[in-house]
């Protein structure tokens, strides 16, 4: 099983409707991100949290939010679709003990398509 | 800002070497790494480099960083069709930067 599991994998929607992408992860690891990645322009960072009470935003934060509703769960939100947000989202924890080199694990990631 | 920059197309032949190359902005940053992303997958950490190395080797593959043009690469030797994928440069200051990823072709 994955450490990192996003649901759902694969979404279609329409413009204005609520979307909610989940993750979850057993690696026990408190820091935890939201990229969205489109051709051409890699990946960037919409929120991140340390820990379960701290949240972020990231270099594109403005049409999401995010909740951290437990270590092992962050869950990103599209309150009102739109379709420049068509994009493959990924979800990412980190672990900052001693010894970290600020490796991200990623989920397998889910395709959000907005018409 | 934190700005890296990668260009987009790589396409070498089996058993040829690649150079994936990457130019980052901030120089405080204490690690810069490649992450390799193959297709209906997501991110794999490949290798990593720390800030005070100019080269590190792993098997097939040599980063090396230069600190003063702020310029990091990546070589594969004898590339197989298997390393086809998407390469990402990223580069560590507090939170990841990623580039927009070189996609490496390898044609047999």
């Known amino acids: 099983d994955a450490d990192v599991t996003q649901t759902p994998r694969n979404r279609i929607t329409k413009t204005g409707k609520r979307i909610m992408l989940e993750c979850s992860q057993t690696?026990?690891?408190?820091?935890m991100y939201w990229y969205r990645q489109d051709p051409g322009l890699g990946l960037r960072l919409i929120y991140y949290?340390?820990?379960?009470?701290?949240?972020n935003k990231g270099e594109i934060s403005d049409g999401y939010s995010v909740s951290r509703q437990a270590q092992a769960k962050f869950s990103l939100s599209l309150e009102s679709a739109i379709p420049n947000q068509t994009a493959l989202y990924f979800c990412?924890?980190?672990?900052?003990?001693?010894?970290?080199?600020?490796?991200?694990?990623f989920g397998e990631g889910s395709r959000l398509t907005v018409l | 800002g934190e700005d890296v920059e990668q260009s987009l197309f790589l396409s070498v032949r089996e058993g040829d070497s690649s150079v994936i190359n990457c130019t980052y902005t901030?120089?405080?940053?204490?690690?810069l790494y490649w992450y390799k992303q193959e297709p209906g997958a997501g991110l794999q950490l490949l290798t990593y480099?720390?800030?005070?190395?100019d080269m590190k080797q792993d098997q097939r593959l040599t980063v090396l960083l230069n600190k003063k043009d702020k310029h990091l690469s990546l070589r594969i030797a004898d590339t197989q069709t298997g390393d086809s994928a998407i390469y990402f440069c990223?580069?560590?200051?507090?939170?990841?930067?990623f580039g927009q990823g070189t996609e490496l072709s390898v044609k047999p």
């Open positions: 990412a924890t980190s672990d900052p003990r001693q010894g970290w080199t600020g490796e991200l694990f």
């Open positions: 690696k026990g690891h408190d820091r």
């Open positions: 949290s340390f820990d379960v009470k701290d949240i």
């Open positions: 901030d120089s405080s940053s204490t690690y």
């Open positions: 480099i720390f800030s005070n190395m």
């Open positions: 990223a580069e560590s200051t507090g939170k990841l930067i």
